[in-house]
């Protein structure tokens, strides 16, 4: 069984960082691409950040130029480190991982969600 969690988040003031983490777990023979998404209260989820295992990333354009995906794969994990925030970052952030465990088939898995609050 694979499981991401994540930490980090909290309350930062506008202009502020922060930094959210996700290190999965569990029977995994190799984890593929990672990223994280994030859902504001009375919103889609969108897309924030990708990275592929050997570190190519993609940024939504929202956060382009702020954020900075990276991911460490002997810890299997995948951080965000957030800068200049402001409040419409304001989110619940979630982190994915495509799984290939040591048997079965491949799958993404979610974390459980980690609130980020921007203060103005």
Known sequence: QVQLVESGGGLVQA??????????????????????????PGKQRELVATITRAGST???DAVKGRFTISRDN???TV?????????????????????????????M??????QVTVSS
Request: proline share 3%; charged share 10%; hydrophobic share 35%.
């Open 58 to 60: 993609h940024y939504a």
């Open 74 to 76: 002997t810890k299997k």
């Open 109 to 114: 898995h979610w974390g459980q969600g980690t």
């Open 15 to 40: 202009g502020g960082s922060l930094s959210v983490s996700c290190a999965a777990s569990g029977s995994i023979f190799r984890i593929d691409a990672m990223g994280w998404v994030r859902q504001a």
């Open 79 to 107: 951080y965000l480190q957030m800068n200049s925030l402001n409040p419409e970052d304001t989110a619940v952030y979630y982190c994915n991982a495509n799984v290939v465990p040591v048997s079965g088939v491949g799958a």
